[in-house]
């Protein structure tokens, strides 16, 4: 699951709902690594995506892995049902509960690997004491709650701190950037450290999009020293 190199999450949110089976399979025979799944509850977020339903359904027609990410209130109420529903990743943000460590504990009891998400506020440093409950941390580099959004430039340097932070671990955490990711700002968030390149609209809203998945994956060629 936690390759070397760049994996490419490509984010239902701007796929066409009315083919999600079909769409899945294209970014699976493109190259996809990981399929990201946008869910937003009009609490946390003011959109509403959707819930359980969808992994569940998408779960029989594709080997990729399902990575939920989590962008509502209370996550801890909602773990089992996506566990159920076949997500294998699951990412709550920081800001969505009182209780990150014990959510994160939760998600490791039902055997899924954890992420935690950082609005572009809120600093690195919310995580000097989890570090051993987190697989994966979740830069977002756009303001939580829809696709299309520009990147923001100042995330780079968070997204350096991280990476530095998650090289003296000795055990691999994956570091996803999600948000404005496209041709021009893929290398740079690479660059900064990435590891894992979660894109919407830049995959699924241009006509060339599947082919950006490979690109994205050549990004930057060997992982740089920052
Ligand atoms: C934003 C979501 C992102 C978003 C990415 O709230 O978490 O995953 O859909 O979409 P693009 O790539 O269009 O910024
Ligand atoms: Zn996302």
Not at 9 to 27: C, K, N, Q, T, Y
Not at 29 to 47: K, Q, R, S, T, Y
Not at 59 to 64: D, E, M
Not at 129 to 142: A, F, G, H, R, T
């Amino acid at each position: 699951m936690f390759a070397d190199g760049i994996k490419v999450a490509p984010s239902l949110l701007s796929a066409d709902f009315g083919r999600l089976r079909e769409e899945v399979r294209r970014i699976e025979e493109a190259g996809a690594d990981w399929v990201h799944l946008d869910i937003m509850d009009g609490n946390f977020v003011p959109a509403i995506t959707f819930g359980p339903a969808v992994p569940r359904a998408l779960r029989p027609h594709t080997g990729l892995i399902f990575d939920a990410h989590l962008m509502v209130a209370e996550p801890e109420k909602y773990l089992e049902s996506f566990a159920r529903a076949g997500a294998d990743l699951i990412t709550v943000h920081v800001e969505a509960t009182a209780h990150l460590d014990r959510v994160l504990r939760e998600i490791r009891r039902r055997g899924l690997k954890a992420g935690a998400a950082l609005n572009p506020a809120t600093p690195p440093e919310t995580l000097d004491y989890l570090w051993p409950l987190l697989d994966l941390v979740l830069v977002m580099s756009v303001n939580p709650g829809a696709g299309g959004q520009p990147f923001i430039p100042e995330m780079l340097p968070k997204i350096e701190a991280l990476s530095r932070r998650i090289r003296t671990l000795g055990r691999p955490v994956e570091l996803s950037v999600d948000g404005g990711i496209d041709s021009r700002t893929a290398p740079q968030a690479v660059a900064a450290g990435a590891t894992v390149l979660v894109a919407g609209s830049a995959v699924f809203g241009a006509p060339d999009g599947l082919e950006l998945i490979q690109a994205f994956k050549t990004t930057g060629g060997p992982r740089q020293e920052v």
